[in-house]
Nanobody, 129 residues
Framework: QAPVVESGGGLVQAGGSLKLSCVVS????????VGWFRQAPGKWREGVSC???????YYADSVKGRFTISRDNVKNTVYLQMNSLKPEDTAVYYC???????????????????????WGQGTQVTVSS
């Protein structure tokens, strides 16, 4: 799995927006599905969104209609646009490559988590009420 670096987190009021970035340190990101995950204090890490190498997108029910994932293969970057943020979106957000080819597409579609991925340091998102 390719190393990643997340950025773009911050403090925002409820209803506000943030855009997270995930730079994938891989010569050719084209073949990777890339996902965003988050972990709130005292909770397990959960899948938020994923984009396959073909550009298919998947979202957790809790963020559908509010978050949008996209990718720029030229910049080796995956973005997560977060709108209408809620206090329950507060968490450390992580990105990770979730696989290549058909395996990556499948893992992406189910927002599969895996401790053995090459996780970045995460970026903190705090939404105040």
């Amino acid at each position: 799995q390719a190393p990643v670096v997340e950025s773009g987190g911050g403090l925002v009021q409820a209803g506000g927006s943030l855009k997270l970035s995930c730079v994938v340190s891989e010569f050719n990101m084209d073949y990777y599905a890339v996902g965003w995950f988050r972990q709130a204090p005292g909770k397990w890490r959960e899948g938020v969104s994923c984009i396959s190498m073909d550009g298919n997108t998947y979202y957790a029910d809790s963020v559908k209609g509010r978050f949008t994932i996209s990718r720029d293969n030229v910049k080796n970057t995956v973005y997560l646009q977060m709108n209408s943020l809620k206090p329950e979106d507060t968490a450390v957000y992580y990105c990770a490559t979730v696989g290549t080819g058909y395996t990556g597409a499948h893992y992406c579609s189910i927002l599969r988590d895996d401790d053995n991925r090459n996780w970045g340091q995460g970026t903190q998102v705090t939404v105040s009420s």
